[in-house]
């Protein structure tokens, strides 16, 4: 596809300025990296980094029926929520596959913003449309608003600047409207990294504005812009999944070990049946952890999973880990076969290389 035929964010054109390698994902053109991937996994492991999340989509969910009806189309329970808190919950399909995994903030008692995959978005706003109730207005406000994920150690000396010592970020899973130099923001106290970190939005006419802004204040504090590459390495080492990869319809939470984030208490929601049933009844397979033993190249998507000369899985994700210097992954393995310790192989290009199952997350900051 060409450059032309792909979305770009309102910060397309401060990727290019700084140099970053541009590649498409999904329907848009992203930055991959721009020091390199290692350099900016490093910066927010001890720093702070910077990741464009302007791709992601942004849902607004209003009216006095809409926790009710929220509840009934995600896993978690959304009356758990008071005004300014957010959760992790799924989007699932009648047979509990996952359509998406997202966050939901109550940023009022009768409002809430979906924040939801890229790749999704638009399936998401469709299914939700398709069930909706009387009394709940849905809107898209996903072209009008950009987004960052800011996220490492030293994300509150940046805000104490940005704001003002006397201003203090929002709570773990929580979400707040603030102001920097005139500039409305939304900042929710989350992410995808394993550090400490928030994500902005902000109109996507303010987006360059805020961007330079978050550099020039960042500078003293060895801030870095970060691309989709270090996300990935970032998100791993912790066993966070991506939507697409170790996410999809023909999964459901439990076999990918999130039960954590369905609430079965609730009599009603969509795809709860199966979801009963796998409870009940354990799944067939579970979403693993594993690191490898040897220094071979690094695995990747969609390798084959060997034990006793039998293929028993197929990678989901993987990457060479900065953090712990070695190949790690997720895979789809036989339930009897996901425990920590067990021997396993990935065939890497025809050659079968030594791994071991681990216990989630991979990563574990001293």
């Not at 009934?72 to 929520?81: F, Q, V």
């Not at 359509?99 to 979906?114: K, Q, S």
């Not at 695995?299 to 060997?306: E, F, L, T």
Request: hydrophobic letters at 35%.
């Amino acid at each position: 596809m060409s450059d032309a035929a792909q979305k770009k964010t309102p910060l397309y054109e401060e990727h290019l300025r700084l140099g970053a390698k541009m590649i498409p994902f999904g329907d848009w053109i992203m930055p991959v990296q721009y020091s390199g991937i290692m350099d900016e996994h490093q910066a927010v492991r001890n720093h702070v980094g910077v990741f464009d999340i302007s791709h992601m989509g942004q849902l607004v969910a209003s009216g006095p029926v809409t926790a009710g009806w929220l509840n009934e189309m995600l896993t978690n329970n959304i009356e758990k929520l008071e005004a300014g808190a957010g959760q992790y919950t799924f989007l699932l399909n009648e047979h509990g596959g996952i359509i998406d995994d997202l966050i939901v903030y109550r940023t009022n008692p009768e409002e809430f913003l979906l924040v939801v995959n890229a790749s999704r978005a638009e399936e998401d706003f469709a299914w939700l449309k398709e069930h909706l109730q009387d009394g709940v207005d849905l809107r898209d406000r996903s072209a009008g608003y950009g987004g960052v994920a800011i996220q490492g150690p030293r994300v509150v000396d940046l805000f104490h600047t940005l704001l003002g010592g006397n201003i203090d970020l929002p709570a773990r899973n929580h979400i707040v409207d603030l102001e920097t130099t005139g500039m409305p923001i939304t900042i929710a106290r989350t992410g995808y990294t394993g550090e400490d970190g928030v994500e902005v939005f902000f109109r996507a006419a303010d987006a360059t504005e805020f961007w330079n802004t978050v550099f020039d204040q960042g500078a003293p504090l060895g801030i870095k812009p970060c691309g989709l590459g270090a996300r990935d390495t970032l998100r791993l080492e912790m066993c966070y999944p991506l939507n697409g990869s170790d996410l999809s319809p023909e999964h459901n939470p439990i076999e990918a070990g999130l039960g954590f984030f369905v609430d079965l208490k609730k009599t009603k929601f969509i795809g709860r049946q199966t979801l009963v049933q796998a409870k009940e009844d354990g799944t067939a397979n579970r979403l693993a952890a594993f690191r490898m033993k040897s220094k071979g190249p690094p695995p990747r998507p969609h390798y084959g999973v060997w034990l006793a000369g039998e293929r028993i899985g197929e990678t989901t994700s993987g990457t060479l880990s900065p953090s712990l210097n070695q190949g790690i992954g997720m895979a789809y393995v036989p339930t009897q076969h996901a425990r920590p310790g067990t021997e396993i192989e990935i065939e890497i290009r025809g050659q079968k290389f030594p791994a071991v199952i681990e216990k989630k997350p991979l990563y574990q900051k001293t």
